[in-house]
């Protein structure tokens, strides 16, 4: 059954001089613990349509469901990362990650006891007091990832969470979050560019096409490489197989994209 | 024996450092010295008419007896109260009204010509019917230094308010806050430090209004001594008033920087 799907939902930008076509016709759907990732260029609208998802924007046509109801009455949480953490530098870590709390007037002593349990999962509880402009790039952006959780979300929203930090954090990033991600049985939709990122991390790949946004292929990651933590996937022989794949199909887009020019 | 020449170094940089100092302070210390020595020689030798342009020692002399027979303190008291009430009132609402235009993109749309024409308006021109309207006590004159630096503090602050990032509130509204929450864990603590740097601006711009104010109708004050000097001729009255409000106005200006500096480190 479906967990949370989008019935082609179309999305246009307005202005002065005229509008944009952003997503055109985008039908998805996934299932309850599910991971996909949304790969393409720069432009297509990936960001857009984690946007709607998460309520922030209201698409111009089409149906969002969250468990069979559209996202406006759903009470259930959906957690939003963005690219770069976005942490409150005048707020100590704790406040940023009990932000959510807050908002939603659930703050109580036993939020902040499993925000305390959540940083140490993320191995930052020390610095819990700490502001953020004293931490690194890889631990602030645990603390987003912290923050994203704290309200129990049933749907994450990743939008290209790593792509600010260098290699290395990157790659132990993806593996903390990879790891908690499935303890937690949480439903995600990772937005990224990166090909490698999208096989190691989800279980189905929908390359988007650009001008208008809209899906031109589904690739499903191999069973043998779900299970795998991101960083094994990578050594894994089938890796370089299904990245040739899509690489293949990007490719061939980019070429289409540079002949209509 | 490595340590040790870093060390030396580093002296060696410090003594360089404090030495430029030094010599700094030296050159500001000779100018004034001098500027005073050259008015109180020009004025004794009649180079300039001391009547009209007075002598450093009068003004002392002046300022010490005034003091003495604490006339002066009344007229200090009376200025210092007026121009930090009116630097507060016009900080402040500057701030409140900065806020209720964030809050409707409609309102501040309507209220945009209107703004642009009371920035471009010198606020000074309407002392006149201030006081016809709140009549020649305090309340008037604390008026004029308020008015003069609240639409600015809103146009400052009010700009400083729309450059929040914006994806600081996308973090807020994707977890559902209202725009009201946006604005008070975002919006406002983002903006605190575009607030306090109009801080230092508001400080010069309330000693205009006051004292412009006391020109125009009080009865007691730094302004009204100048005014009064000028009427009855005693310039060293108005020159001792200028010194007076030039020292209080840039121990004001020098309190505001600490209170921002301190405001800057516990809250950013």
């Given at each position: 059954m479906s967990f949370l799907t989008l019935d082609h939902v179309s999305h246009h930008y307005f202005s002065k001089s005229g509008y944009t076509k952003a997503l055109d016709n985008i039908s998805l759907s996934i299932k309850e613990g599910e991971f996909i990732a949304l790969l393409g260029p720069?432009?297509?609208g990936k960001s857009t349509i984690l946007s709607i998802i998460a309520g922030i924007m209201k698409q111009t046509a089409g149906k969002v469901l969250l468990q069979d109801k559209t996202i406006s009455d759903s009470d259930l949480a959906i957690g939003y990362m963005l690219q770069?953490?976005?942490?409150?530098?005048?707020?100590?870590i704790i406040d940023n990650v009990m932000l959510g709390p807050k908002i939603c007037k659930t703050n109580s002593v036993k939020t902040k006891e499993k925000a305390m349990d959540l940083l140490d999962e993320v191995g930052l509880c020390d610095v819990a007091d700490a502001y953020p402009s004293s931490l690194s790039g890889g631990m602030r952006q645990r603390v987003a990832l912290v923050r994203t959780l704290i309200n129990d979300p049933k749907v994450l929203l990743l939008d290209e969470p790593f792509s600010a930090l260098d290699y290395q954090t990157k790659l132990k990033l993806e593996d903390l979050v990879s790891q908690l991600l499935k303890t937690y049985y949480k439903t995600t939709i990772l937005v990224t560019h990166d090909i490698g990122e999208a096989i190691a991390m989800s279980d189905r790949i929908y390359i988007m096409d650009a001008n208008?946004?809209?899906?031109a292929k589904v690739f499903e990651v191999p069973l043998e490489l779900r299970n795998e933590t991101p960083f094994l996937v990578r050594r894994h022989p089938k890796y370089q197989l299904i990245f040739d794949k899509v690489w293949e199909e990007l490719d061939k887009k980019a070429q289409e994209g540079g002949a209509l020019k | 024996m490595e340590s040790k020449t870093d060390q030396h170094l580093f002296e060696n940089f410090k003594s360089e450092l404090k030495r430029e100092k030094k010599v700094v302070f030296i050159w500001q210390i000779s100018i004034l010295i001098s500027f005073i020595a050259l008015w109180e020689i020009a004025s004794k030798l009649y180079w300039i008419d001391p009547l009209l342009f007075s002598s450093p020692s009068k003004i002392v002399n002046l300022i010490i007896t005034k003091f003495g027979d604490g006339s002066m303190i009344t007229h200090v008291q009376v200025t210092l109260f007026e121009t930090v009430l009116g630097f507060l009132i016009g900080t402040i609402l500057g701030i409140i009204i900065a806020s209720t235009l964030w809050s409707s993109t409609r309102f501040s749309k309507i209220m945009d010509p209107y703004l642009v024409i009371m920035n471009a308006m010198?606020?000074?021109?309407l002392g006149p019917i201030i006081i016809v309207a709140l009549?020649?006590?305090y309340l008037s004159i604390i008026t004029m230094g308020a008015i003069i630096s609240v639409i600015i503090t809103t146009l400052v602050v009010y700009s400083a308010f729309n450059e929040v990032d914006p994806n600081y509130e996308k973090v807020l509204k994707s977890f559902g806050a209202t725009r009201w929450q946006c604005f008070k864990e975002a919006v406002f603590p983002a903006t605190f430090p575009a607030m306090i740097s109009t801080l230092k601006v508001n400080v010069g711009l309330s000693w205009v209004g006051i004292i412009v104010g006391e020109f125009l109708v009080s009865k007691q004050g730094l302004g009204y001594l100048i005014i009064y000097g000028f009427q009855v001729f005693d310039f060293t009255l108005v020159m001792a008033s200028l010194v007076l409000i030039a020292i209080f106005a840039a121990i004001m200006y020098k309190i505001v920087e600490r209170i921002e500096g301190w405001l800057i480190k516990h809250t950013i």
């Amino acid at each position: 059954m479906s967990f949370l799907t989008l019935d082609h939902v179309s999305h246009h930008y307005f202005s002065k001089s005229g509008y944009t076509k952003a997503l055109d016709n985008i039908s998805l759907s996934i299932k309850e613990g599910e991971f996909i990732a949304l790969l393409g260029p720069s432009g297509c609208g990936k960001s857009t349509i984690l946007s709607i998802i998460a309520g922030i924007m209201k698409q111009t046509a089409g149906k969002v469901l969250l468990q069979d109801k559209t996202i406006s009455d759903s009470d259930l949480a959906i957690g939003y990362m963005l690219q770069q953490d976005y942490l409150f530098p005048w707020k100590t870590i704790i406040d940023n990650v009990m932000l959510g709390p807050k908002i939603c007037k659930t703050n109580s002593v036993k939020t902040k006891e499993k925000a305390m349990d959540l940083l140490d999962e993320v191995g930052l509880c020390d610095v819990a007091d700490a502001y953020p402009s004293s931490l690194s790039g890889g631990m602030r952006q645990r603390v987003a990832l912290v923050r994203t959780l704290i309200n129990d979300p049933k749907v994450l929203l990743l939008d290209e969470p790593f792509s600010a930090l260098d290699y290395q954090t990157k790659l132990k990033l993806e593996d903390l979050v990879s790891q908690l991600l499935k303890t937690y049985y949480k439903t995600t939709i990772l937005v990224t560019h990166d090909i490698g990122e999208a096989i190691a991390m989800s279980d189905r790949i929908y390359i988007m096409d650009a001008n208008p946004g809209s899906i031109a292929k589904v690739f499903e990651v191999p069973l043998e490489l779900r299970n795998e933590t991101p960083f094994l996937v990578r050594r894994h022989p089938k890796y370089q197989l299904i990245f040739d794949k899509v690489w293949e199909e990007l490719d061939k887009k980019a070429q289409e994209g540079g002949a209509l020019k | 024996m490595e340590s040790k020449t870093d060390q030396h170094l580093f002296e060696n940089f410090k003594s360089e450092l404090k030495r430029e100092k030094k010599v700094v302070f030296i050159w500001q210390i000779s100018i004034l010295i001098s500027f005073i020595a050259l008015w109180e020689i020009a004025s004794k030798l009649y180079w300039i008419d001391p009547l009209l342009f007075s002598s450093p020692s009068k003004i002392v002399n002046l300022i010490i007896t005034k003091f003495g027979d604490g006339s002066m303190i009344t007229h200090v008291q009376v200025t210092l109260f007026e121009t930090v009430l009116g630097f507060l009132i016009g900080t402040i609402l500057g701030i409140i009204i900065a806020s209720t235009l964030w809050s409707s993109t409609r309102f501040s749309k309507i209220m945009d010509p209107y703004l642009v024409i009371m920035n471009a308006m010198p606020k000074v021109a309407l002392g006149p019917i201030i006081i016809v309207a709140l009549g020649t006590g305090y309340l008037s004159i604390i008026t004029m230094g308020a008015i003069i630096s609240v639409i600015i503090t809103t146009l400052v602050v009010y700009s400083a308010f729309n450059e929040v990032d914006p994806n600081y509130e996308k973090v807020l509204k994707s977890f559902g806050a209202t725009r009201w929450q946006c604005f008070k864990e975002a919006v406002f603590p983002a903006t605190f430090p575009a607030m306090i740097s109009t801080l230092k601006v508001n400080v010069g711009l309330s000693w205009v209004g006051i004292i412009v104010g006391e020109f125009l109708v009080s009865k007691q004050g730094l302004g009204y001594l100048i005014i009064y000097g000028f009427q009855v001729f005693d310039f060293t009255l108005v020159m001792a008033s200028l010194v007076l409000i030039a020292i209080f106005a840039a121990i004001m200006y020098k309190i505001v920087e600490r209170i921002e500096g301190w405001l800057i480190k516990h809250t950013i």
